[in-house]
């Protein structure tokens, strides 16, 4: 006997479409119907800040092989992405950084001596002043972004109208705390910005070999959010989207992930040589898309930069540089017992005997 | 005597009505006494909410606290720990649940590269007063992966307070003294005995002290050093070696970290002998930290070498043959046989 069939629907149940922003190309002009609102001043302003994280940069590299500093991951190149960001946010905003955010961190109010203390091994560096919303640099790679949801849904319980905005690598999004975090962002729609500098290599692992993703920005349909990538050297198109990120979490509908495209112009770290696995070409070509010299064509063709001004702030940058050195050169040196002080609120019996057998031990 | 006496004899505070309540339900009260004290407290975990925990340990307060306090979260364990640090580092006091022992690897990198260490790192600016509780141990014949005793894990982290209770006196009292806490404090709850017993607690809500050890049980002859669920195991021989005409001294840990030495040491000065009992495998378990405790300090005093009686050396077994790893009441019979023969 023939079974009469039927026919089931084979239907479409998700279509998603992933947009890329671009503003300022590289050649200084931008798109008029897409910028932003900053006043010139504003404008000025966010270059002088790019310039002056390219010299605190160079300085602690120098600082490096000179043996005066410990190992430093450069953040050339990344400027826009920090300094767009950093625009976008509010006294309020809570940043979380991984560990190549130091210009971000600068922006939000860590001093610049202390960025320096942490990376010349001092945990004194990631003792912020009270008042400035700053986790520490996190090194364990994506355990940032779970905090980034945690500080997002306390925000969001507590009722406070700010947003907690965590920073990260490409290779980080292959980790599971990335996963997790984005699902659990989704789920709770919690007060959460998370930006991928997607600078394209995990020390040497291409972001290629890192997903098979086209690009970072459509996981977010994963997770329900929405996802956008930006030209992450166009620190207009930066701004534009942590703005828009920022306003919605900020109006309590949920988090955004945001994927902005850029490319690492130094080593991984100064215990990286870049060299054994990318070709200068690439980086060289890299260079020319510069976030910087970019913004810098940007504001002169609109007659708000000069290069008297350049030289001005050069100088002002490298000065104010030369301060924070000094600043963390005469830190006083460490107690010994603070590695035992800060281990618990109070010092349980075993770690005062164990602070005191340090203690005899030098002599103080 | 049995534990149920011990204890309440022995409140610190909130004397006053009781009720009978099991370790479960204890847990629960501590939880929801805390949450009706301080805003800030939020319970988060999987199935913590609607269906009260698996092992009920969250039982109606999601009726009285809402969702956003009692938070069931996506099935993920290092985002419940993660998420707690986030949270607790911006001013909450977040209790989460991890639902066995056996299922915190992934949330490892969390608590030992952060909570462990972020008042350290930050020089006390950002702390994470945070409880992270975790049913633990064999006897309750599960599937794989339910049964383990992981402080091993823990204690080997600087950065953590790890408390155990085996009552439900010291349950209440030990976890709402946690959720006061300014540091990350690892709970773990004996599963076997969540509800093995009932005993008298206080209805007020009341502490009893992290760091602080009890005797329950006074003797002259031996002493008993244990936790958890091993605690009633070590009373069960102490009461069978009494009718043998030894005296035993059951000393029950309650915190693991920070280490209570001085009533540890006090009773084996006392007593000359000492046997350690927990569930984790033996070779470098935590009894083997208390045995050098002891040998450090009373080697003159002691009468017999330190005895261990532990999980063995293994895979922890499937539901069949988990009698014959878990340490029991003869078992540690023979070790205090041992050190009395020396």
Redesign the interface.
Known sequence: MKMKGVRMPRTQVYNAITERLEILDPNGTVDETLMPELSADAMCEIYRDMVRMRAMDDKALKLQRQGRMGTWPPIKGQEAIQAGVAQAMKNED?L?PAFREHGIMLLRGVPAHLIYAYWAGD??G???P?GVRV??V?V?VG?Q???????????K??GERAV?VTLGGDGSTSE??FH??M??AG??KTNSVFVIQNNQWAISVPLHQQTASETLAQKAHAYGIPGVQVDGNDVFAVYSAAAEALDRARNGDGPTLIEAVTYRLGDHTTADDASRYRKDEEVAAWEKRDPILRLRRYLEGRGLWDDAQEQTQLEAAQSWVEEQVTALESMPPQDPS??FT????DL???LAEQMAEVLEEVGS | MSTAEISVAEIETGAGPTEKLTIAQAVRDAMRDEMDRDPMVVVLGEDVGIDGGVFRATDGLIERFGPERVIDTPLAESAIIGMSVGMAATGMRPVAEIQFMGFVYPAINQLLGHAARMRNRTRGHLTVPMVVRMPYGGGIHPPEHHSESYETLFLNTPGFKVVVPSNPYDAKGLLIAAIRDDDPVLFMEPKRIYRAFRENVPIEPYTVPIGKASVDHEGDDVTLISWGAMVRVCHDAAEMLAREDLSVEVVDLRTLNPLDRDTILASVEKTGRAVVVHEAPRTNGFGGEIAALIGEHLLLHLLAPVQRVAGFDVVFPASKNEHLYLPTRDRIAKAVRRTMEF
């Open positions: 809570w979380i945990e004194r990631s003792a912020y009270d986790f520490p996190a364990p355990s972004w779970q905090h980034g949801t945690g500080v997002g849904l306390s925000l319980l507590r907690a599971g705390d997790e975090a699902n659990c789920v709770f603070d590695i800060h281990m618990y609120a349980p019996p075993h």
